[in-house]
């Protein structure tokens, strides 16, 4: 079992960045492919990005490629995504999720544990 907690977030310019972090707990970090979604008001869960067990593969979701990167760092038990020139679009609640599979999924159900989010709020 692993236990996720998330930080980083808060409220930017749009054209600007943040940086978000996502701590687990447990000694089987690197067994896990770890994934970013996000939630904004009155919406579903949303991919954003996806890392696999070594880091040697991310995807993304069409809207933030070219602008966040997610990476990780397993001597850290930690992801992170970087979000740069931010839009008021980006805006909602980012949640990081572990999946116990090698297998790039982009679906939330498919995922085991969850952090329990911090709020990116994008100013215009």
């Known amino acids: 079992q692993v236990q996720l907690v998330e930080s980083g977030g808060g409220l930017v310019q749009a054209g600007g960045s943040l940086r978000l972090s996502c701590a687990a707990s447990?000694?089987?970090?690197?067994?896990?492919?770890m994934a970013w979604f996000r939630q904004a008001p009155g919406k579903e869960r949303e991919f954003v990005a996806f890392?696999?067990?070594?880091?040697?593969?991310?995807d993304y979701v069409d809207s933030v490629k070219g602008r966040f990167t997610i990476s990780r760092d397993n001597a850290k038990n930690t992801v992170f995504l970087q979000m740069n020139s931010l839009k008021p679009e980006d805006t909602a609640v980012y949640y990081c999720a572990a999946r116990n599979s090698v297998i790039m999924s982009t679906g939330a159900r498919n995922y085991n544990y969850w952090g329990q989010g911090t709020q990116v709020t994008v100013s215009s």
């Open positions: 890392i696999s067990r070594s880091g040697s593969y991310t």
């Open positions: 447990g000694r089987t970090f690197s067994s896990y492919a």
